[in-house]
């Protein structure tokens, strides 16, 4: 049996007549770029969140720099945030000009850790202009301590919603508790379109305001720049797709739970750390992450088995190349830890029953040999 970590074209196999109906309609509109599709989408995406506003823009990392432009960060401004996380975090920082500072994370969570947080805000000599929460693997990150010191500080939080679409904390969705939440559609993310796509979610109309002034220009009127501006749209093509998708988005997030309960049933007893329950939060599983000094040699062991893992991510960002110097004698002890030791095993919806049995089994044999 083949599992693969991931399938992006099961859900085209799914829902091919219906995307291929959307494709279609568009394709025949004559218009591809900020047209109905783009406008549907958002309304539908700004429903779907509980939010009163959702604007489209070209993929999550330009998500992030929007939203963090729309709050007030520039050039030389102190942005907060982790070092385990897709790079794309950082670049969004760093092309404003921004400068990231990197805090540990929570052991258990692996978000943002609100001690760290705390002691970035009390200890730093210049003031912080904002922070970048990962809701990372699906886990919502601790809001409900983050958020509390942010406003106490004055920094205005951002959510960084890339791998969790739909994700809750005390039933609100993630990306509507902080000044605005950056979502990417990347094809593998729980909402995924064929190509490139990102959204900034706020309910903040000065914020959605200047995050569609941001997208395209600084245009409010066409060919007049009222600010400095870039090129950031949601193509007609990529909005159709995901108008498709949206509405099977909380029952896929369901399957992905059950999923997790699955794994979590059959490798309870097994010496792996598996994701945590926590109460307050609904976390909706982009990746089931399980953590086990001996991760190398179970990936191994699970690929001869004909099932796909990942790593995300091997290396925290302040250990890079393109970082190492500048953030040399920075240590983060949970961050680095959690590199050495995390597995990404296969979830998607589309995955079967049977397959993630097959992973288990594979699992349980791995640690049966290593005991016997």
């Not at 670049?91 to 921004?98: F, H, K, L, M, Q």
């Not at 094809?187 to 002034?213: C, H, I, Q, W, Y």
């Not at 108008?243 to 997790?260: E, Y």
Request: charged share 20%.
């Amino acid at each position: 049996m083949r599992v693969p970590v991931a399938d992006p074209g099961a859900s085209y196999r799914r829902f091919r007549p219906e995307i291929d109906d959307a494709v279609r309609a568009v394709l025949e509109s004559g218009w591809y770029i900020m047209g109905d599709a783009c406008r549907r989408f958002e309304e539908a995406f700004a429903a779907f969140c509980a939010a009163p506003h959702t604007v489209g823009v070209a993929n999550g990392t330009d998500a992030v720099e929007l939203a963090l432009r729309a709050v007030g960060v520039g050039p030389g401004d102190r942005v907060v945030t982790v070092a385990n996380t897709a790079v794309a975090t950082v670049s969004a920082i760093e092309r404003i000009g921004a400068v990231p500072l990197f805090a540990d994370v929570d052991e258990a969570t692996q978000t943002l850790s609100p001690e760290a947080f705390a002691r970035l805000i009390a200890c730093h000599p210049a003031p912080l202009k904002a922070v970048v929460a990962v809701h990372l693997f699906g886990q919502p990150a601790d809001l409900a301590a983050l958020l509390p010191m942010a406003e106490r500080a004055g920094i205005p939080l951002v959510e960084d919603c890339a791998q969790a679409h739909g994700a809750e904390i005390g039933g609100a969705k993630v990306g509507t508790l902080g000044a605005a939440g950056a979502f990417s559609f990347y094809p593998t993310k729980n909402l995924g379109a064929f190509g490139d796509g990102g959204a900034v979610v706020t309910s903040r109309a000065e914020v959605a305001d200047r995050v569609r002034l941001l997208r395209q220009y600084g245009w409010r009127e066409r060919y007049r720049s009222e600010v400095p501006g870039i090129n950031s749209r949601l193509d007609e093509l990529q909005a159709a797709i995901l108008a498709v998708k949206l509405p099977h988005l909380a029952a896929d997030n369901a399957r992905r739970r059950a999923l997790a309960a699955r794994y979590c049933r059959s490798l309870g007893d097994l010496p792996l750390v598996l994701p945590p329950s926590r109460d307050g939060a609904e976390a909706v599983f982009h990746q089931f992450v399980v953590r086990s000094p001996r991760r190398d040699a179970l990936a191994r062991h699970l690929a001869a088995d004909g099932v796909g893992t990942a790593v995300l991510y091997p290396v925290p960002i302040h250990r890079q190349a393109a970082y190492a110097d500048r953030y040399r004698g920075l240590s983060l002890p949970v961050t680095e830890r959690l590199a050495e030791t995390l597995l990404c095993l296969p979830i998607h919806p589309e995955l079967s029953d049977e397959q993630v049995d097959h992973v288990c089994a594979s699992a349980q044999r791995f640690f049966t040999a290593e005991v016997g």
